[in-house]
């Protein structure tokens, strides 16, 4: 397996530089599904009217813009990212009709700067398997979130059917590669994105990290036969 780079700069730079076609590929390599599963992962935070939420490694601000508008204009949202020019695509995007407030922020997941029992819930979509220490990431979300709140996390990992296992490794390692070599023209960023999933491991990782930190009523739900994994758990 290769050993992947993780720290901060490293990882900034990679996102700055496929921000403005991020949005655009993971709709072609996805063929639309992540759509689905980012609403699910969303409909399961828990989002009342009026409260304040937090989205970690926002990215391009998609999921910080889909719990705005559940929040309503009383509530509040915060979308941080590493990634400077994420944040600026995230920035350029127009609210859906009654969102709430939004506030996007750079900042590093694994040292939020938020005090602790901030938040009514906290979202992390595609970020644990980029991060040098998920656990810490998910301590530090736990830390941020009131007692009662849940801690959301969307993310791909590795399949556990060898069939699929098999066919979604060999289009992780030529078919989303070139895809970035052809329509991002970063081949390089793409295939550090493959390689992040192939060594992230499987759903059970984060399953065991929830437990690790006694979240209760810990949930895991396996969308699109393991490719995407849902975890849900809520603060004590």
Same mark, same amino acid.
């Given at each position: 397996m290769t050993q992947l780079t993780k720290d901060p700069e490293t990882i900034r730079t990679l996102f700055d530089a496929i921000a403005d076609q991020y949005d655009r590929l993971n709709t072609i390599m996805s063929l639309g599904i992540h759509h689905y599963w980012q609403k699910f992962a969303v409909n399961r935070i828990g989002v009342q009217p009026g409260s304040h939420f937090l989205d970690v490694c926002c990215g391009t601000g998609r999921i910080t813009r889909s719990l705005a508008k559940k929040v309503g204009p009383d509530g509040k949202v915060i979308g941080l990212d590493l990634s400077a020019r994420m944040l600026t695509v995230a920035k350029s995007r127009k609210l859906p009709a009654n969102s709430g407030r939004v506030c996007f922020l750079q900042g590093d997941a694994q040292k939020l700067p938020f005090a602790a029992a901030t938040f009514d819930g906290a979202i992390i979509s595609y970020g644990l398997r980029n991060v040098a220490a998920p656990l810490q990431v998910l301590r530090e979300m736990?830390?941020?979130? =009131?007692?009662?709140?849940r801690i959301v996390s969307l993310e791909l990992v590795t399949p556990g059917l060898p069939l699929v296992k098999q066919l979604y490794r060999w289009y992780l390692t030529y078919g989303i590669t070139s895809l970035g070599r052809w329509v991002a023209q970063n081949e390089r960023a793409y295939r550090y994105l493959c390689q992040s999933i192939l060594n992230f491991g499987e759903a059970s990782q984060i399953t065991d990290h929830f437990h690790q930190l006694g /979240?209760? =009523?810990?949930?895991?739900? #396996? /969308? #699109?036969?393991g490719i995407a994994v849902v975890h849900l758990g809520t603060v004590t």
């Open positions: 736990q830390r941020v979130v =009131k007692p009662g709140g /979240l209760a =009523k810990v949930e895991c739900h #396996s /969308l #699109s036969w």
